[in-house]
């Protein structure tokens, strides 16, 4: 297990999580609204193994990450109008601790495979595909997320190295050439790009845990911190939203803060419900918002060592911050999250 990052390297020695979770698998349940939990909706080891495309080529995925589950490492699929029906389908091929996912505009999905290897990757997957079109490696320590932009430059977050000094390497595209390297001046663990193609880098500052952002522009290697001081504490995911706003995830805070204007406080604060929201993505018309919780401990996940919901994947209404369906399952650790059709950008 790695010591950084929020993977299956999160906050290691740190409230948040522990070590492995010694359950058993439970089948997956879905709940909707707030603590009511229905009878189990059928194992996840039973699964359909590929998507009917003349059915659903122009109906909308969530993507999730896991690996604590029955059949190993794999990323889970489900229909975001439909988030009962469990899991549709999987992509097992190539994946491996699946930290962090991205889907482009085409439908492309991108995952970061940390793989406690130190020599990590990520894998591409065509729409619809179940095995890896390519493969991203070269000094890639620990895989934290991914994000690929409109010009197919393709960015991973790399949170290990000495003194907490992390890095983010810039991979040109159509190659796995890495053209350069990123130092935002911590670890960072998350990625995301606006609508000007300008690239967000989520990072923490150790040993205390606080989080920063910087902005970079195309091809740049400085950027600007966004984030006032002692506001974000073992930052997860970043994401920004069609009006520029800049949601962060603030892992130990249990909240999604919404930063509408540099280095000032947030102007809203989402609760998920959540002890340790870690990931998150936002639908294209960003009507939603999809948040886990991953959670390692050394007791049951449902014992509440983890706190509120851990090993979750939440879905709110983005407006008023609403729990609409809740995703769990004592026996998975999910982790990256990622929609298809992806945000307009």
């Given at each position: 297990?790695?010591?950084?990052?929020?993977?299956?390297?999160?906050?290691?020695?740190?409230?948040?999580?522990?070590?492995?979770?010694?359950?058993?698998?439970?089948?997956?349940?879905?709940?909707?609204?707030?603590?009511?939990m229905?009878?189990?909706m059928?194992?996840?080891?039973?699964m359909?193994?590929?998507?009917?495309?003349?059915?659903?080529?122009?109906?909308?995925?969530?993507?999730?990450?896991?690996?604590?589950?029955?059949?190993?490492?794999?990323?889970?699929?489900?229909?975001?109008?439909?988030?009962?029906?469990?899991?549709?389908?999987?992509?097992?091929?190539?994946?491996?601790?699946?930290?962090?996912?991205?889907?482009?505009?085409?439908?492309?999905?991108?995952?970061?495979?940390?793989?406690?290897?130190?020599?990590?990757?990520?894998?591409?997957?065509?729409?619809?595909g179940?095995?890896?079109?390519?493969?991203?490696?070269?000094?890639?320590?620990?895989?934290?997320?991914?994000?690929?932009?409109?010009?197919?430059?393709?960015?991973?977050?790399?949170?290990?190295?000495?003194?907490?000094?992390?890095?983010?390497?810039?991979?040109?595209?159509?190659?796995?050439?890495?053209?350069?390297?990123?130092?935002?001046?911590?670890?960072?663990?998350?990625?995301?790009?606006?609508?000007?193609?300008?690239?967000?880098?989520?990072?923490?500052?150790?040993?205390?845990?606080?989080?920063q952002?910087?902005?970079?522009?195309?091809?740049?290697?400085?950027?600007?911190?966004?984030?006032?001081?002692?506001?974000?504490?073992?930052i997860?995911?970043?994401?920004?939203?069609?009006?520029?706003?800049l949601?962060?995830?603030?892992?130990?805070?249990?909240?999604?803060?919404?930063?509408?204007?540099?280095?000032?406080?947030?102007?809203?604060?989402?609760?998920?419900?959540?002890?340790?929201?870690?990931?998150?993505?936002?639908?294209?018309?960003e009507?939603?918002?999809?948040?886990?919780?991953?959670?390692?401990?050394?007791?049951?996940?449902?014992?509440?060592?983890?706190?509120?919901?851990?090993?979750?994947?939440v879905?709110?209404?983005?407006?008023?911050?609403?729990?609409?369906?809740?995703?769990?399952?004592?026996?998975?650790?999910?982790?990256?999250?990622?929609?298809?059709?992806?945000?307009?950008?």
């Amino acid at each position: 297990m790695k010591g950084l990052g929020f993977g299956r390297c999160a906050l290691t020695g740190c409230v948040a999580t522990v070590m492995l979770v010694g359950c058993g698998v439970l089948p997956l349940s879905l709940s909707k609204g707030q603590d009511d939990m229905p009878p189990p909706m059928g194992a996840l080891g039973a699964m359909p193994q590929s998507l009917a495309k003349s059915t659903h080529e122009n109906a909308s995925y969530l993507y999730v990450g896991t690996d604590e589950i029955p059949g190993g490492q794999r990323v889970l699929i489900f229909l975001r109008d439909d988030l009962s029906k469990g899991v549709v389908d999987s992509i097992r091929d190539g994946v491996s601790e699946p930290a962090g996912l991205f889907v482009d505009s085409a439908g492309t999905l991108y995952v970061a495979d940390d793989d406690s290897s130190l020599n990590d990757r990520v894998t591409v997957y065509a729409k619809g595909g179940h095995k890896p079109i390519r493969v991203i490696r070269g000094g890639i320590e620990c895989a934290a997320d991914v994000v690929a932009g409109s010009d197919g430059i393709i960015y991973v977050a790399d949170p290990c190295g000495t003194n907490g000094q992390g890095r983010v390497h810039v991979f040109g595209p159509a190659s796995s050439k890495q053209v350069r390297l990123l130092y935002p001046g911590g670890a960072p663990n998350s990625v995301t790009l606006d609508a000007q193609n300008r690239l967000y880098v989520g990072y923490t500052v150790w040993p205390h845990f606080e989080g920063q952002v910087k902005r970079y522009r195309p091809g740049t290697t400085e950027g600007e911190k966004l984030l006032p001081k002692k506001t974000v504490f073992a930052i997860g995911g970043i994401q920004v939203d069609k009006q520029g706003a800049l949601l962060v995830a603030s892992t130990l805070n249990g909240t999604i803060d919404v930063f509408t204007g540099i280095r000032k406080p947030p102007s809203r604060i989402i609760k998920t419900g959540q002890s340790y929201p870690s990931r998150f993505v936002l639908d294209r018309r960003e009507n939603r918002i999809y948040v886990s919780s991953p959670f390692v401990g050394s007791f049951r996940a449902d014992s509440g060592s983890g706190g509120k919901r851990p090993n979750t994947v939440v879905e709110l209404d983005y407006p008023s911050g609403k729990r609409l369906f809740t995703l769990r399952d004592s026996g998975w650790f999910p982790t990256g999250v990622a929609v298809s059709p992806s945000a307009p950008f």
